[in-house]
């Protein structure tokens, strides 16, 4: 490198003393023509300028430095999170991959015992098949007493469940129907209505209470009460027995149904 080269790289002020006396030049023309005073306040002046200049530039030197810290160690702590996130990834991925090797493993595993149980079981079933032979040759009579005992065996327990079958009552469903049982007109005999209403007798059927209803008009309804087996009466056969009174029944209506 030559002089020239180097002298241009140092950090040298060569034109300070230019810059000096422009500078003092240009305070002279705002104060007005030197005088002795003037000067000492032109370089007063000229110092403090030069003072703030080299604050200034401190202070903007040490806000870049304090800002570059800040970033570093921002960008530090980036980093190192940066390499946790990657250390956890990396032990997933680990993970990941011994549960992918050890579910390829356990197929073959698992049909390894399967293919060595296999002969083992066959042998055994061979050597029953063998042994059943050799009692059948053996046992010439002991197969059909034996079939006589099951069969007595199992004739007794049919019976037995048979009688406590027959033992156990059965369920019988009922109802409780509420009859309306309309006259033709207020001269009607009730008395004798409700006597032929329970004049109609049939197995499952059992009369209850009854009592008049007014219906308007003087004319009273009989309403009255009854129970019966729904596997031998119904509805239908009440109403038809019923209204065969015709000289004092006008009409059978149910009012109630429930199940008992």
């Known amino acids: 490198m030559s002089g020239l080269q180097c002298l241009a790289a140092e950090n040298i002020w060569f034109d300070k003393q230019r810059y000096d006396e422009a500078e003092r030049r240009f305070y002279e023309g705002v104060n007005g023509p030197s005088t002795p005073q003037q000067q000492v306040k032109t370089a007063l002046q000229q110092a403090k300028g030069?003072?703030?200049k080299r604050q200034h530039r401190n202070s903007s030197s040490h806000?870049?430095?304090?800002?570059?810290?800040?970033?570093?160690?921002?960008?530090?702590?980036?980093?190192?999170t940066l390499h946790k996130v990657v250390e956890n990834m990396r032990a997933a991925l680990q993970k990941l991959e011994s549960r992918v090797a050890m579910l390829e493993k356990s197929p073959a595993s698992a049909a390894v015992p399967c293919a060595k149980a296999a002969p083992v079981q066959a042998v055994k079933q061979v050597k029953v098949e063998n042994g059943g032979d050799d009692d059948d040759d053996l046992d010439l009579f002991g197969s059909d007493e034996e079939d006589e005992e099951a069969a007595r065996i199992k004739q007794e327990r049919v019976e037995a469940y048979t009688a406590k079958k027959a033992k156990k009552p059965?369920?019988?469903?009922k109802s409780s129907i509420l009859l309306d049982v309309k006259p033709w007109d207020d001269e009607t005999d009730m008395a004798k209505l409700e006597e032929c209403v329970r004049s109609v007798q049939m197995d499952g059927l059992l009369w209850g209470a009854s009592k008049l209803v007014p219906v308007g008009y003087g004319i009273k309804k009989l309403?009255?009460?009854c129970v019966v087996e729904d596997d031998k009466v119904g509805t239908d056969i009440l109403e038809e027995e019923i209204t065969k009174f015709e000289d004092f029944v006008q009409s059978v209506d149910v009012a109630a149904f429930n199940k008992i």
């Open 170 to 173: 059965t369920l019988i469903a």
């Open 50 to 52: 030069r003072q703030q």
């Open 63 to 80: 806000g870049g430095d304090q800002e570059l810290v800040s970033r570093m160690k921002s960008l530090e702590l980036e980093n190192q």
């Open 223 to 225: 309403q009255i009460n």
